[in-house]
Structure formats: structure tokens, C-alpha cells
């Protein structure tokens, strides 16, 4: 199931796709946690190794930032998510929370040149209370996930961005995925209080099996909720309550969906067998079969 709208996953015509065009996209909607195995695969198709070399440069820092790619400066325990929003360029990137900028190698995973950064005062402390409850419910909601929140300011308006990425990478049980989502919002802070703005989310979902099959569900929600401007504290809560409902919906929505599927669509693709709840052995079917015929004779 394919219902994911995101930029990064536009669909063309294969046609009119040049080689070049063709590695990028396949190393683009790799499955979560499985880049490396896709890049195997690549190079065992097109047999061009400079090529892919080159593709692989160019599509790697998008793809761990589409990704919302964790990673840890050292000395520090919280993670920071790789995102446009906190890109510098040049593979420089900030992380907020320790007030540090890093340079990141999305070759080898390496990060080095942390520096000292000043973040803006005007949108420091609405992003500090947000982060504070963003990452309290990035804990209690995703374990293993991790949280950042980034801001930037303008003349008259800052804006706020909360992202999410939570995943499970089940190599030996041939299953990976990764939940994520991004949610954003911008005001002036100096208008008068209980300002109404939109909070905008995308939340995307994508779960690869692969075991005797291979099956991807890949999916997303875009998402608007509007918010009352007062104080940093109140701003922080109203938008982590938000997020917290328009995502348990959108879980059980998913659940719901899935269940449905697996009463009905799963099952019309299935040989009308009796239920045993086992895998069918073919070869001893096969073998059964000719003894028959060969009792009969």
C-alpha cells in the first residue's frame, strides 16, 4: 500500500529515466535501515561502479535527511535528528539542544568540527519549552525514537519545527520501519495573545517484510490543527497535546486499515486452502500426489 505524498517520492515514467536517474531513485526509497543491501543490489545491476560511486554522494545526505536520521555528538546522551531544518550546508549541521554545530560524513557515519553556536534570542525561548515537552513525549511514546526541535526568526514571525523519528530494525526476523514526522508552525511572537495559527504536521510511516515475500507498506497523513498564541509554556503544551492525538489516530487508523486488509484483500490474493495455520510443503504434496497415482495403478 503506497499512499505516501511526499516530495521525495514522485513517480516517473521509467522510460524516460536515465541510468544516473534510475540508481538515484532506487537508493532513495531504500527501506529504512536497509541502504546498504539496496547499494549491493544496485551495483550488481548496472555494473558501474564510478557511477554509482557518484549517485550514492549526491543522494546519501538527502536521504539520511528525508530519513530524520539520528546521530550523537560525543559527550552529549540526547541524540540529534539530521533534517533541512537544522542543514547548514557544506555538511555542517547545528544541533539546538547542546548549542554545538558538527560536521557530518554520510560516507562513513563520522562526525567532527563541533563548534560553539549562539542560538537566536527571539525564538530561543519558545523553541527551549517546546523542546522540553517534545522530548518528554518523544520518551514516553518512542523508546527508541529520538526528538529535536529547530527554530528560525524573522523581522516579525518565528517559526518552530518539532521532528519525530521512531524505528525498529529486525534484520533476523526480516522486518524493518521507521515512523516519522515533522510538525511546524509560525507566529508573531509580539501580536496580541490567543492569536490563532495552524500547527501543520506530516507524519509517514514505511515497514518493509521480507521473509518468503517482500511486502512495503508505505504511508503518510498530512495533518492541521489550530493553535492559541500566549506564553512559550502554554504554546509548548497545546502543540504536544495536538501531536499526540492527531497521531493516535492516525495509528489506529493505520491498525484498523491493516486488519481490514488482512480480512480481505490479503485473503482474495490467497490459494482457497483450509486454514492450518502452517506453511503448506509443497515438495510433500508433490510426493503424496505420485504415491497415490501409484498406489491406483
Same mark, same amino acid.
Given at each position: 500500500m503506497d499512499t505516501d505524498d511526499n516530495s521525495d517520492d514522485q513517480? /516517473?515514467?521509467?522510460? *524516460?529515466?536515465?541510468?544516473?536517474?534510475?540508481? $538515484?531513485? %532506487?537508493?532513495?526509497?531504500?527501506?529504512?535501515?536497509?541502504f546498504p543491501e539496496v547499494l549491493d543490489d544496485v551495483k550488481n545491476i548496472v555494473r558501474d561502479d564510478k557511477l554509482v560511486e557518484e549517485q550514492v554522494s549526491k543522494v546519501l545526505p538527502k536521504y539520511n535527511k528525508?530519513?530524520?536520521?539520528? /546521530?550523537?555528538?560525543? *559527550?552529549?546522551?540526547?541524540?540529534?535528528?539530521? $533534517?533541512? %531544518?537544522?542543514?547548514?550546508?557544506?555538511?555542517?549541521?547545528?544541533?539546538?539542544?547542546s548549542k554545538k554545530t558538527f560536521r557530518y560524513d554520510h560516507m562513513t557515519g563520522i562526525v567532527s568540527d563541533v563548534a560553539d553556536w549562539q542560538p537566536d534570542a527571539t525564538a530561543e525561548p519558545w523553541r527551549i519549552a517546546l523542546e522540553n515537552d517534545w522530548l518528554s513525549y518523544t520518551k514516553e511514546h518512542y523508546p527508541e525514537g529520538a526528538g529535536s526541535v529547530f527554530s528560525k526568526s524573522g523581522e516579525v514571525e518565528v517559526t518552530l519545527n518539532a521532528c519525530l523519528e521512531g524505528h525498529q530494525f529486525q534484520p533476523k526476523k526480516f522486518w524493518n520501519g521507521r515512523w516519522r514526522s515533522v510538525w511546524s508552525i509560525t507566529f508573531n511572537p509580539n501580536q496580541q495573545k490567543d492569536q490563532q495559527v495552524e500547527l501543520r504536521g506530516l507524519i509517514r510511516l514505511h515497514v518493509h517484510y521480507y521473509e518468503d515475500g517482500n511486502v512495503q507498506l508505505v504511508s503518510s497523513r498530512r495533518c492541521e490543527r489550530s493553535i492559541s498564541i500566549n506564553n512559550p509554556e502554554q504554546v509548548s503544551k497545546d502543540i504536544v497535546d495536538a501531536v499526540e492525538k492527531l497521531e493516535s489516530d492516525y495509528q489506529r487508523a493505520i491498525s484498523e486499515n491493516y486488519q481490514t486488509m488482512s480480512d480481505t484483500t490479503f485473503k482474495a490474493l490467497r490459494r482457497p486452502l483450509p486454514v492450518i495455520r502452517s506453511k503448506i510443503e509443497w515438495n510433500k504434496l508433490m510426493g503424496y500426489k505420485i504415491g497415490s497415482e501409484l498406489k491406483q495403478q
Open positions: 513517480r /516517473i515514467d521509467e522510460s *524516460d529515466r536515465t541510468p544516473a536517474e534510475m540508481v $538515484s531513485s %532506487f537508493l532513495m526509497h531504500a527501506p529504512p535501515g536497509e528525508s530519513q530524520l536520521t539520528p /546521530i550523537k555528538i560525543e *559527550d552529549f546522551e540526547h541524540p540529534v535528528i539530521l $533534517s533541512v %531544518f537544522n542543514d547548514l550546508g557544506d555538511g555542517k549541521f547545528v544541533d539546538p539542544r
